[in-house]
């Protein structure tokens, strides 16, 4: 993987042909996609017709990665964006909370999981992977969307 950014709670990489800017981060356009994720990103289009433009890679190397609450809701997904997680590796729990009444749902995801977040997730949902505990292994999240 090229261009390993890391913010401290994960490694990050992106792949894309437009710069993607979240939460005060900008990743640059990458467009010299591995074959591999390549062809990843026509599978998915073929099985579900949603095309996806991007993809942002998240390295959770131990327990002590983690991300905190928040959306994807940045005005280049447009409204409503599908975005789909594929994880690898570690077993790890994610986490959403209703932002209007507060109440919070859990799910794991195993290794070789899609997680597809669509519709109104975004306007509806915060998500989030918290830390765990010691001797937790590494955990690779592949966050395909599209890019206004």
């Known amino acids: 993987l090229k ?4 913010n401290g709670n994960r490694d990050t990489t992106y792949y894309a042909y437009k710069t993607y800017y979240y939460s005060r981060t ?9 074959a591999n994720l390549q062809d990843l990103k026509q599978a998915l289009y073929r099985r ?3 095309r996806v433009n991007s993809l ?7 327990g002590h990665h983690s991300l905190g609450w928040h959306c994807d809701d940045q005005k ?18 994610f986490a959403m ?13 195993c290794s070789d999981s899609l ?6 997730t975004q306007a ?8 765990v505990a010691e001797g937790t292994g590494c955990r690779v999240n592949l966050t395909f969307r599209y890019i206004l």
Request: glycine residues 6%.
């Open 3 to 6: 261009r390993i950014r890391s």
């Open 26 to 34: 900008k990743h640059l356009a990458n467009p010299k996609w591995p």
């Open 48 to 50: 579900f017709k949603s």
């Open 56 to 62: 942002l890679i998240n390295i959770y190397r131990n």
């Open 76 to 93: 280049e997904l447009g409204e409503n964006p599908t975005i789909f997680s594929i994880s690898m590796g570690e077993t790890r729990s």
């Open 97 to 109: 909370k209703n932002k209007f009444n507060g109440n919070i749902s859990s799910l794991e995801l």
């Open 115 to 120: 997680l597809i977040m669509a519709g109104r």
């Open 124 to 131: 509806n949902w915060l998500h989030s992977i918290s830390p």
